[in-house]
């Protein structure tokens, strides 16, 4: 059983389409995170969201809009797509919102923009 | 700069050497993570750290609050631990991510 699953693991689209990546979490966790590693491997955190609530939102394009329907489920929404956003994203679950436990990662979507 | 800072950034060593990747950072922080991505991409997180040490088989973490550091230790290293080797601070209000570059850890047969 796949803890932390993502759909799509690649996607490759066309600048100006809009696309969306789904991650769902079976652990029961009650925070759920999005992240973005770009060419040169860094991660940053794009989004962040606590039983549905949004905590987190970093200095993120409006073009990328999270939805949580519900805590289980953390979905990626990026309109008008940028060469720019071609990265890998990862999802990613922890079972507390503050104080820090450790986390569980998606084994990430890579999205490729031509 | 960078908030998060890791040395060395590459590392080779040969199997069965003991291995020291170093973490420092500047910030005031709730936690720090230790988190290992896999050649095919994969993530998994290792340790969270608020203060002391923590073991796990072969892998030993340390933190230093006052000195704003921690290491990360792998013993009797082996091919399999090849990996890029990520430290991740959570920020003291608990909103604030921060994550170093990555060592990038090849350790030869």
């Known amino acids: 059983d796949t803890a932390v699953s993502q759909t799509p693991k690649y996607l490759v689209t066309q600048m100006g389409n809009d696309k969306s990546i789904k991650c769902e979490q079976n652990?029961?966790?009650?925070?759920m995170y999005w992240y973005k590693q770009d060419s040169k491997k860094f991660l940053k955190i794009m989004f962040s969201?606590?039983?549905?609530?949004?905590?987190i939102n970093e200095t993120v394009p409006n073009r990328f809009s999270p939805k949580s329907p519900d805590k289980a489920h953390l979905n990626l929404h990026i309109n008008s797509l940028e060469l720019g956003d071609s990265a890998v994203y990862f999802c990613?679950?922890?079972?507390?919102?503050?104080?820090?436990?450790?986390?569980?990662f998606g084994s990430g979507t890579r999205l490729t923009v031509v | 700069k960078n908030e998060v800072e890791q040395s060395p950034q590459n590392l080779t060593a040969q199997e069965g050497e003991f291995i020291t990747i170093n973490c420092s950072y500047s910030?005031?922080?709730?936690?720090l993570h230790w988190l290992q991505q896999h050649p095919g991409g994969g993530i998994v997180s290792l340790f969270m750290?608020?203060?002391g040490k923590k073991k796990h088989g072969r892998l030993i973490a340390t933190i230093n609050i006052q000195e704003k550091h921690s290491s990360l230790h792998i013993t009797a290293s082996h091919p399999r631990d090849s990996a890029v080797y990520i430290c991740?601070?959570?920020?003291?209000?608990?909103?604030?991510?921060?994550f170093g570059t990555g060592t990038s850890l090849t350790v030869i047969p």
């Open positions: 652990l029961g966790h009650d925070t």
């Open positions: 991740a601070v959570r920020g003291d209000t608990g909103n604030q991510f921060y």
């Open positions: 969201y606590n039983n549905k609530e949004l905590i």
């Open positions: 750290l608020s203060s």
């Open positions: 910030v005031g922080i709730s936690a």
């Open positions: 990613a679950s922890s079972p507390v919102r503050a104080g820090g436990y450790g986390y569980t």
